[in-house]
C-alpha cells in the first residue's frame, strides 16, 4: 500500500519516478480486473452461478483497488506543486486507466446479474462477448506494457503504443460482427439491450486503452 513519503530535497525526477510507480501499480490491478472477465464468461457458458459470482466480487475488488490508487496518486500530485510540471498528464492517464476498471466492473454486474436471475444468453452471441472480452485483455495487457516502458525510453513508449492501436482495431472489427449476432439473435428485447451494453462496454475499454497509451506518449515526452 502506497503511503505518503518526505523527501527534505526531493527532486522532480524523484517525483516523478514516484509517480510512475503509482501509475504502474495502477494499471496492474487494471489489467488483473480485466482477466478476470474472460473466467467470468466462462463460468457463464457452464452456467456456475458461484463462478461467476466469484470472479464478480474479485473483479470489485480489483476495481475499488484501483480507483485508491487513483486517490493516491491524485493526493500525491497534489502536495507536489510546481515541482512537478506534469501533473495534468499523470492525472489524465491514471483517469483514462480507471475507466477500464469502472467499464470492467459494469460488464461483470450485467452479467451477473443475467444468470443470477435465471436467464440465459444465446450461445452464439456469449461466444462472441467471450472472443470480445479476449480481445480487450490482448489490448489491456499492451497498454500496460506500454506503461512500464516509461521506466525506459521515450522511443520504447512510441514503439509500445503502437501495438495498443492495432489491438484496439482488433476489438473494433469483433466488436462489428458481435452487435450484429446480437441484434439478429432471437433472444427477448430486454436481453438484446443489456447485451449490447455489455458489448459496447467492452469496446470502450479497448478505446479507452488506446487513449490511455496516447497520454502515456505525451507523459514520455512532456517535460517534468
Avoid at 56 to 78: G, H, P
Avoid at 95 to 115: K, P, Q, T
Avoid at 164 to 192: G, H, N, Q, T
Avoid at 194 to 199: E, G
Amino acid at each position: 500500500m502506497w503511503k505518503e513519503v518526505a523527501f527534505p530535497a526531493e527532486t522532480a525526477e524523484q517525483r516523478r519516478r514516484m509517480m510512475v510507480d503509482i501509475c504502474q501499480d495502477h494499471v496492474r490491478k487494471v489489467l488483473e480486473a480485466v482477466r478476470e472477465l474472460p473466467l467470468l464468461i466462462d463460468s457463464c457458458l457452464r452456467n456456475d452461478l458461484p463462478g461467476i459470482n466469484d470472479h464478480y466480487n474479485r473483479i470489485v475488488k480489483l476495481e475499488e483497488e484501483a480507483t485508491s490508487l487513483k486517490r493516491v496518486l491524485t493526493r500525491e500530485l497534489t502536495e507536489s506543486g510546481a515541482i512537478l510540471l506534469s501533473r495534468e498528464d499523470f492525472l489524465r492517464l491514471v483517469a483514462l486507466n480507471n475507466e477500464i476498471a469502472d467499464a470492467a466492473g459494469g460488464v461483470a454486474f450485467r452479467l451477473a446479474e443475467i444468470y443470477n436471475r435465471g436467464w440465459k444468453l444465446d450461445k452464439k452471441v456469449m461466444d462472441g462477448i467471450a472472443r470480445l472480452a479476449d480481445a480487450v485483455l490482448d489490448s489491456t495487457t499492451r497498454l500496460r506494457e506500454t506503461i512500464l516502458s516509461l521506466s525506459y525510453t521515450t522511443s520504447k513508449t512510441a514503439e509500445l503504443a503502437k501495438n495498443v492501436e492495432a489491438a484496439e482495431r482488433i476489438v473494433d472489427a469483433v466488436y462489428r460482427k458481435v452487435d450484429l449476432l446480437i441484434i439478429s439473435s432471437k433472444m427477448k428485447m430486454p436481453l438484446i439491450l443489456i447485451t449490447r451494453d455489455v458489448a459496447q462496454l467492452l469496446e470502450e475499454m479497448a478505446d479507452k486503452a488506446e487513449d490511455a497509451a496516447d497520454a502515456a506518449q505525451i507523459l514520455a515526452l512532456s517535460a517534468f
